[in-house]
């Protein structure tokens, strides 16, 4: 709830504020004493001091009236003199919960201005804030580009594009799933995109979704690991995740698939629909177009789209009129298991006979012919036709 | 007709069988160019291949089309045949030394031809048609016929699994593969070699272009065919000369054929020892 979290936070905030309006004991630095250097631009050796008054202003703590020494409390004592770096602003003196929260996530010992900025800090509900919902991807690449690709893989995925493109507020940034203060690596089971709370994650947004998923066997629990056998990020590129109507979606679905399912990938590459997909044909069969997606069911589970009373059903979906002779197709042909496929195995057993009798007939035939035919030309035969004469006539 | 250093020229194949040649040349080479891509579809040069000729469509638009021509060709070729007979009998087709049908004599000259490589005997003697001509010959029959169908099948699925269970589909496909590599494989370097590019005819033998024949070259190649002609007052000259074009073009399309062909088997050898 970050309206209930704004609220307690502001009500907090101006209750400090008014602390500070307070009378004050003798010898407390107020901004002017800051202000008798730092309103000049630089010092005499000539190092920029200025304290950006501006900014500072318009920022939520300056419309809060926050003094200088609310935030840099190490010179609260300043009498005169102080040291030349102060220690970092003590954001964690108000906010103590969030301290908390970014020292145990992966940010630990980041600076909170590394993300909300110094003197010109505004709420994350301001359009001009860094960690406003549209900005907040270019603030996360910022870092992220060096460390990854993940951040422009994030801009041209459908996620990025529906945000930072179009403009829609519905539409995740990278807080949405990483969470913001409390952010962990994808794997620590702590962390908001750990494997097994992916799905749930997901949901959050593609509700619709959950219970055709929570059906299939990619949702069934695993024995060996005990989560599910697939989740959402296990087929759809976190990042870079695309629209499943655009080609390039269509032709990269195969892969991942394949990841899991290798041997099966490789047999759908030895067929025809396999063999076009290879070369870049988008509308030829994936295998989500036969075994479905997200309600995906195990083959020999009767209601799977390529169980027997469904596969016919299944292919008609593109080859219109299929009748149920189809069903003895067999996309996935291993084309060594005589067993599973012996009609196209022994048609592959006899054609590699005939290949292996021609070629091995002809070539050894050529490979005398050449020599032969090469004496017979030395041998001086005015035309260069093969047989010397004298061996015609002989 | 004479030859311009006034040897007599002999007709072997009319302008009819010469136009079918290269009607089958050309749709040859467009079937191989875009079938190979979908043989070794998961190699980089195959992917290359197919946006070459504009994507996955037009590459298979391509080997359609090329597969029309050829099919159109095979029939024009058994039409012809069928009328000659009609007209002629079946005798001068089906035997004889004029026929394409393997006979006794063919195996005794294979004989013959593979004691001469060994130097222990004369050149054969052979007629018309030598028998790694009529191999040659019923090799592209019997390809078309099974390529043909089995592309069919493929082509229209719908059709065929009318009638076909659907393991026939798993079968055409492993035999329209095989069949296009031996066939690919055996035109580009056997027919290739025993045609054009051995010694005595290389660099090609313009005969499919030009239809004629010297006298000499048939007295000495085809000594049961010289001797026969001239027994029998048949040792005509040839009907007329051939165009220009296509005695000038022929060598400018058997260059192209041999470089295409080249290039596939490079390729096709490529792609096995790429696994």
């Known amino acids: 709830m970050p309206t209930l979290r704004l609220t307690i936070r502001v009500a907090g905030l101006a209750a400090l504020a008014a602390l500070a309006l307070l009378p004050l004991p003798a010898g407390a630095v107020e901004d002017e004493d800051c202000l008798a250097c730092h309103a000049d631009l630089e010092d005499a050796a000539g190092e920029r001091i200025a304290a950006d008054l501006d900014q500072l202003s318009e920022s939520m703590h300056g419309e809060m009236g926050l003094a200088c020494v609310d935030c840099h409390a190490d010179v609260a004592d300043f009498d005169g003199e102080h040291p030349e770096k102060l220690a970092p602003a003590a954001c964690g003196d108000c906010h103590d919960d969030v301290l908390g929260a970014v020292s145990e996530s992966a940010h630990m010992g980041q600076s909170c201005g590394d993300c909300h900025g110094g003197h010109e800090i505004r709420a994350a509900a301001d359009e001009a804030a860094p960690t406003s919902l549209f900005r907040t991807p270019a603030l996360c690449a910022s870092c992220h580009e060096a460390l990854g690709e993940q951040a422009s893989q994030y801009l041209d995925g459908i996620h990025g594009r529906a945000l930072v493109k179009s403009g829609l507020k519905f539409a995740p940034s990278c807080v949405t799933c990483h969470g913001a203060h409390e952010i962990l690596p994808a794997g620590d089971p702590r962390g908001r995109v750990y494997r097994t709370k992916v799905a749930a994650m997901c949901g959050s947004c593609h509700e619709g979704l959950i219970s055709t998923y929570s059906g299939s066997v990619h949702a069934q629990l695993d024995a060996a690991t005990g989560e599910a056998r697939a989740v959402c990020s296990d087929c759809h590129p976190t990042h870079a995740v695309g629209s499943r109507n655009l080609p390039a979606w269509r032709q990269a679905v195969v892969a991942e698939c394949g990841e899991c399912h290798g041997a099966m990938l490789e047999s759908f590459s030895d067929g025809f629909h396999g063999q076009a997909t290879l070369l870049g044909f988008a509308r030829v069969a994936k295998c989500s177009d036969c075994h479905g997606s997200h309600d995906v069911l195990a083959v020999d589970d009767p209601a799977s789209r390529v169980a027997a009373a469904n596969v016919v059903a299944t292919c008609s979906g593109c080859h219109e009129g299929a009748t149920a002779n189809w069903a003895d197709y067999d996309p996935h042909a291993d084309l060594s298991s005589p067993a599973r496929n012996p009609q196209a195995y022994w048609a592959q057993g006899a054609m590699k006979v005939l290949l292996a009798s021609v070629f091995g007939f002809f070539f050894l035939h050529t490979a005398l012919w050449l020599p032969r035919s090469l004496v017979a030309i030395r041998r001086g035969r005015d035309a260069g036709a093969a047989p010397p004469a004298r061996e015609l006539d002989a | ?275």
């Not at chain 2, 749709?27 to 040069?45: E, I």
């Open chain 2, 1 to 275: 007709m004479s030859a311009p250093d006034g040897s007599l020229r002999i007709q072997r194949f009319d302008a009819f069988d010469r136009t079918l040649h290269i009607a089958l040349m050309i749709s040859f080479l467009g079937l191989a160019a875009s079938g190979l891509p979908l043989l070794f579809a998961d190699r980089s040069w195959a992917q290359l291949i197919a946006r070459a000729f504009g994507g996955y469509g037009v590459t298979g638009t391509v080997h359609r089309f090329s597969a029309v021509v050829l099919f159109a060709t095979f029939f024009l070729h058994v039409g012809r045949l069928m009328l000659g007979t009609r007209r002629n009998g079946t005798r001068f087709m089906l035997w004889g030394p004029d026929s394409l049908v393997p006979q006794p004599r063919d195996l005794a000259q294979l004989g013959q031809h593979v004691r001469w490589f060994l130097g222990r005997g004369p050149y054969p003697r052979f007629d018309r048609y030598a028998y790694w001509e009529k191999f040659d010959y019923w090799a592209v029959f019997w390809g078309m016929a099974i390529i043909g169908c089995s592309g069919l099948v493929m082509w229209f699925p719908g059709v065929f699994l009318r009638i076909l269970p659907g393991w026939a589909l798993n079968v055409a496909l492993v035999v329209h593969s095989e069949e296009a590599l031996l066939a690919m494989v055996f035109i580009f370097t056997v027919h290739f070699f025993n045609s054009h590019l051995r010694p005595g005819k290389f660099p090609m033998d313009p005969v499919i272009f030009t239809g004629e024949v010297t006298v000499d070259e048939l007295r000495h190649e085809r000594a049961a065919q010289y001797e026969r002609l001239e027994r029998t007052g048949r040792l005509a000259p040839a009907d007329g000369p051939s165009p220009r074009w296509l005695v000038k073009g022929g060598p400018i399309i058997g260059t192209v054929a041999v470089t295409v062909g080249w290039i596939i088997v490079f390729l096709t050898l490529w792609g096995f020892l790429q696994d």
